[in-house]
């Protein structure tokens, strides 16, 4: 699966974006781009952190403290398409946006959302700068 993040850009404290990713190329035997999505970011100096996730089970969407209330993850799978929308942007919030994915999971996504390293697909993510 290729992933392609849209809609980064330069925007005032207060502001809002409305990102999206997505999926092309090859879903597997099930035609299934995935069952777990996330939005992660990374600032200069930083460790990339997962600000929202959502998959095709039970519970969800989870979202990091720092945005809960500000960021909403959606998903339009007939257009195996993903967005966050952020609003009340905050300096703070300048990141390298990356959308990321998994199709099978045995664990409990609910424990592991958070963690970069159960996703298997990435994009090449969308710059967010917030002035």
């Known amino acids: 699966v290729q992933l392609v993040e849209s809609g980064g850009g330069l925007v005032q404290s207060g502001g809002s974006l409305s990102l999206s990713c997505a999926a092309s190329g090859y879903y597997g035997p099930n035609h299934v781009a995935w069952n777990h999505v996330a939005w992660l970011r990374q600032a200069p100096g930083k460790e990339r952190e997962a600000v929202a996730a959502d998959h095709s089970g039970n519970g969800g969407p989870f979202y990091a403290d720092a945005v809960k209330g500000r960021f909403t993850i959606s998903q339009d799978t007939a257009k195996n398409t993903a967005y966050l929308q952020t609003n009340s942007l905050k300096p703070e919030d300048t990141a390298v946006y990356y959308c990321?994915?998994?199709?099978?999971?045995?664990?409990?996504?609910?424990?592991?959302?958070?963690?970069?390293?159960?996703?298997?697909?990435w994009g090449q993510g969308t710059q967010v700068t917030v002035s």
């Open positions: 990321a994915t998994r199709t099978d999971f045995k664990f409990s996504f609910a424990n592991y959302w958070s963690q970069a390293g159960i996703y298997d697909s």
